[in-house]
């Protein structure tokens, strides 16, 4: 008796090979279920991160032209040139090493005055677009710069790399009723009321639809008054 009952609880403690392979079964299920969910979290990971990385540029080169547009300085003097999308005047054309202009020459008072740093705060700016030179497509956005704005020859300015990938770089210019494609300061009666700032990107593959461009509008705060009156005297008895 006590070897039957033995052989009984042997066989009801084991298990048998359909129950071990119905286990594995669930096993491995469970198991690609896992490896599914953890390897389409790190596709979403790494796609987030691309987009970000690939946004950073754009955000801070549109912070950069917004602040420089803030900025802007009245015409006249010599820390305030006229502001025109054409420039006509030999002083404000920069090296064609900087690219295709893409902006009127912006007199801001953006710069930064410190220990390191030469000059007034007041700076000439204007944006180009370059050649490549990292193989990408399309063009690098360039910044020049122009610090020194009392040279005794002229000055060459500095070229800052904003973001690269930019099909077209345009400027449109409010004047009160309507937004006109150029201006010039020396005619016109003050600067424009409003900017219009649109950026192209050139699309990765060509074959797909073009993204909507970047646009923004920065008003223009600063003015100058043409209705000054004139104060005359009169002689009394």
Known sequence: MIHRRTSSVSRLAGF???EVMLALIVCGIVLAAVNGVY???LKLRNRTSANIEAALPIQHAVAVIKRDLTGIMLPG???GGPFQSTPTNTMNVVSAALGARSSPDIYTNTGVIDENTEFAAVQKVAYYLAAPTNNASGSDL????TRDL???AGATPDAQFLMSGVDQLTMQFYD???WAETWDSTTATNLPLAIKVQITLTPEDRSRQDAAPIEFIVPVMVQARTNVTTATTGGGA
Request: aromatic fraction near 10%; charged fraction near 5%; hydrophobic fraction near 45%.
């Open 16 to 18: 048998t090979l359909l």
């Open 39 to 41: 390897f389409g979290a």
């Open 77 to 79: 003097g010599s820390f």
């Open 142 to 145: 360039m910044r020049g710069v």
């Open 150 to 152: 009392l040279p005794v």
């Open 176 to 178: 009160g009723t309507s």
